[in-house]
């Protein structure tokens, strides 16, 4: 049997496979040309992460497909209800990338809370000559510890969120669809462990209340967040968007940097990616990564290996 890892794959993942009597191609093929490759080559199992896309189109014109996996966790780039309907098996790795998500928020919590993403920038053009002067621009970082962070959308990802504001010493508030008091255990190094109980509560109360916001939510054709609930905000609220472009209305966001509303946020997706507008490109409020969430190299060995032995379980 023949797989197709478009968007690439792990080599623990790859090997995994092999071993099992799988033949793995790691050609890039680019969308346009992804049918006739397929085709010609005969592929059983086609796996992807973002960046391919596999509509109704391309499984009906792509007979001998029985399986598409995505290495992550939200699958909007897959027509996943028509290729179940098709027969095919649809697999994706919920849990795999959670952590590696997880301490991206911090990374940029961290960098904005402490302007990391703006003295980066300026000190090694203007640090021999202006340090002085950058040290007291500099000077009015804010501490997490003790802050309330409001997490939206309290899956794995959100979880993994909230035992890092834990460890820290953060108040932690969430919203999800499931309201109530929810269990969350923090592993330490030496094997002991603490378990918290966070409270799953409003989005209104949740926007009110939090020092800092970060999302977790499923793509959406609507935003989540756009001037009422901004509006709803503390003044001067931190918010980080690791999820999927669009959550956030852009242009919203902006005005409200502007205008101190919101003081800072960090991005790591877009609504145009891979092509973000130079309006969120250029501000100097916004710390910004090209959708690195789930890009570790121990987040994508575990994608690897765990879309390896499904495979194994399901076509074999």
């Known amino acids: 049997m023949k797989i197709l890892a478009n968007d690439g794959i792990s080599n623990s993942g790859k090997t995994t496979l092999e071993n099992a009597g799988f033949e793995v191609i790691t050609t890039q093929v680019a969308q346009e040309q992804l049918e006739n490759f397929i085709n010609n080559h005969n592929i059983d199992a086609l796996l992807v992460r973002s960046a391919t896309q596999v509509r109704q189109e391309l499984i009906e014109a792509c007979p001998s497909l029985k399986l598409v996996g995505r290495g992550g966790v939200g699958m909007d780039n897959i027509d996943v209800q028509y290729a179940k309907d098709q027969g095919l098996h649809v697999i994706n790795t919920p849990g795999a990338s959670s952590a590696s998500v997880a301490e991206l928020v911090f990374a940029h919590l961290f960098s904005m809370a402490r302007f990391l993403h703006q003295s980066n920038r300026e000190m090694p053009l203007e640090g021999d000559f202006r340090f002085k ?16 962070i409001g997490i939206i959308g309290f899956g794995r990802i959100g979880q993994e969120v909230a035992k ?26 030496n094997g002991q462990a603490l378990t918290f109980s966070v409270n799953v509560t409003t989005l209104e109360e949740v ?14 054709d609507k935003h989540l967040i756009g001037v009422n609930e901004i509006e709803q905000m503390k003044n ?13 209305d852009e242009v919203a966001l902006v005005n409200a940097i502007e205008t101190k509303k919101v003081r800072f946020a960090g991005l790591d997706v877009f609504e145009n990616e891979p092509k973000p507008e130079i309006q969120l490109l250029m501000n100097p409020e916004l710390s910004l990564t090209p959708h690195i969430g789930a890009a570790t190299i121990e987040a994508q060995d575990r994608i690897g290996l765990e879309l390896a032995n499904q495979i194994i379980e399901l076509l074999k």
Do not use: C, Q, W
């Open 164 to 189: 890092i504001a834990l460890g820290l010493g953060m108040n932690v508030i969430a919203n999800d669809s499931t309201k109530g008091e929810k269990p969350v255990t923090v592993k330490f190094f």
């Open 207 to 220: 926007l009110k209340k939090s020092d800092f916001i970060t999302l977790h939510v499923p793509a959406s």
């Open 236 to 248: 001067g609220v931190g918010i980080v968007n690791a999820a999927r472009g669009g959550i956030i």
């Open 133 to 148: 002067e950058l040290k007291k621009t500099y000077a009015s970082g804010t501490e997490l510890r003790g802050k309330t």
